[in-house]
Nanobody, 126 residues
């Protein structure tokens, strides 16, 4: 099992950029699919992006496609979320999660996650 710690959140104006990082401890990081989720106040947690363990498969929610980029560095046990053209509706607590590397027809399947981070707040002002 891995332990996850997110960082990089903050306050940014609409149209700005932020890069979130998720640091994983443990030697098995490269075995996991890594996903980003977010949860806005009063709303359910929603999927943002997924990256396979080899980074050969990537998938984004429609709401962030073209603006966000997920990446990983298995040598450093890190996963990143580059966020550009931020909008006020991107305001949320962002979480990374590690789970089984399962895909079907190019889409990440719903899985039981092994680990979640504690979250990092992203606030986009208008």
């Amino acid at each position: 099992q891995v332990q996850l710690v997110e960082s990089g959140g903050g306050l940014v104006q609409a149209g700005g950029s932020l890069t979130l990082s998720c640091a994983a401890s443990g030697r098995t990081f490269s075995n996991y699919r890594m996903d980003w989720f977010r949860q806005a106040p009063g709303k359910e947690r929603e999927f943002v992006a997924a990256i396979s363990r080899s980074a050969g498969r990537i998938y984004y929610a429609d709401s962030v496609k073209g603006r966000f980029t997920i990446s990983r560095d298995n040598a450093k046990n890190m996963v990143y979320l580059q966020m550009n053209s931020l909008k006020p509706e991107d305001t949320a607590v962002y979480y990374c999660a590690a789970g089984p590397d399962l895909w079907r027809l190019g889409l990440p399947t719903k899985v039981d996650y092994n680990s979640w981070g504690q979250g990092t707040q992203v606030t986009v002002s208008s």
